[in-house]
């Protein structure tokens, strides 16, 4: 039989290249992230204001219930 005291996820590599990194950041845009057990919906909109100001409102929608455990809340 063979076993391991644990599971570790590997150290994320370095990236030194900045349009690397956006382009990394842009796949996982388009394409979307899924796993988990968290219902979470995220929209975010870029936005420039009368004075040119760049602005990015982001709107996180998390279903709540799956965060509550039974018992946490001491009913």
């Known amino acids: 039989m ?3 005291a ?5 150290a994320p590599a370095k990236v ?8 990394q950041a842009a796949e996982a845009i388009a394409k979307g ?3 988990g057990d968290l219902d979470v ?7 420039r204001d009368a004075q040119g100001r760049v602005t990015l409102p982001v709107v996180v929608d998390v279903d709540g219930a799956r ?3 039974p018992g ?3 009913e």
Not at 6 to 10: A, H, K, S, T
Not at 41 to 47: D, F, G, I, N, Q
């Open 16 to 23: 030194d290249d900045p349009m690397l990194r956006r382009m």
């Open 6 to 10: 644990g599971y570790l996820e590997p």
């Open 2 to 4: 063979a076993h391991r």
């Open 41 to 47: 919906r995220l929209v975010a909109v870029p936005y």
């Open 72 to 74: 946490a809340t001491g």
């Open 67 to 69: 965060l509550i455990t």
């Open 33 to 35: 992230l899924s796993g």
